[in-house]
């Protein structure tokens, strides 16, 4: 098995002064670069396009993890804990490539604190994916912008295949579950699971919540999963007191 130190890359060199932009958030939109083909969806060769178009150094210990750990898997899951050791600036290219690749079909961090590089590219992944399936965020520091904004890619996005959702442990708020409530109503596949424990959601946030479950007639034979817990005192209300049309008429 090779290891990262025998991988040969060609990278364009940059000198020290090169660009003011490196403090800003990586550029991900590379009109005209395609989803490839290739070990993993050729994710190697987007990630490392995407470094050289930003003047950023290719980190081929993650080349190496993908095309030699994930492809060996057969891992179809981008698991961002792996790559919690790079700066906030290199991991951001990571999942920037994600945007590009039709091989990866779940993207997860789990107690992993994001930047908002890191984030910005998370959303640019959702709002342009077709085969980004299930989003795992669990105790990532969200808060309910990034669930405005979440909102509003899934919105630009109707070749989205997004079914699983999980925020939970992000202190996003009713306003934050309102927006992404809202848009629920237009999934044209419906949600298979939902987590939003302990996202801080009152019974207002509930309401909407309920209402656009029940509105979109998908949910009724598509929702599997719906986990609430930890958000006191939430379904203690009347207001809450909605019935939703689960699958096998699992009660919440």
């Known amino acids: 098995i090779l ?3 025998n991988r040969c890359l060609v990278r ?3 000198p ?3 660009d003011s932009s490196r403090n800003s958030s990586p550029n991900s939109d590379i009109a005209g670069l395609p989803a490839t083909t290739g070990i993993c969806g050729g994710f190697s060769e987007t990630y490392a396009a995407l470094c050289d178009y930003n003047g950023v150094c290719c980190r081929e210990e993650v080349q190496w993890d993908v095309d030699m750990i994930y492809h060996s898997q057969d891992s179809r899951e981008f ?3 792996d790559f919690s050791h790079l700066e906030s600036r290199d991991l951001a ?3 920037a490539a994600l945007a590009y690749n039709q091989y990866f079909l779940r993207l997860q961090a789990a107690n992993l604190k994001l930047g908002s590089e890191v984030t910005e590219q998370i959303l640019h992944c959702v709002g342009r994916s077709q085969h980004l399936e299930e989003l795992i965020l669990e105790d990532c520091g969200l808060r309910a912008d990034f669930a405005l904004r979440l909102a509003s890619v899934l919105a630009d996005n109707s070749a989205s295949s997004l079914h699983s959702l999980n925020l939970s442990h992000n202190p996003l708020e009713d306003r934050g579950i309102s927006a992404l409530s809202q848009q629920f109503l237009y999934f044209h596949a419906g949600l298979r699971s939902l987590n939003l424990s302990k996202t801080n959601i009152t019974s207002r ?3 909407s919540l309920c209402q656009s479950l029940c509105q979109n007639a998908l949910f009724s034979s598509s929702l599997h999963s719906l986990t609430l817990s ?3 005192g939430l379904l203690g209300s009347e207001e809450t007191n909605v019935r939703l049309p689960l699958n096998n008429q699992k009660q919440i």
Do not use: C, D, F, I
Request: hydrophobic fraction near 35%; proline fraction near 10%; glycine fraction near 4%.
């Open 3 to 5: 290891s990262p130190s």
């Open 12 to 14: 364009r060199q940059y």
């Open 16 to 18: 020290e002064s090169a």
């Open 79 to 81: 698991n961002l804990q």
């Open 93 to 95: 290219l990571v999942v």
């Open 205 to 207: 946030g509930a309401l």
């Open 230 to 232: 930890k958000n006191p």
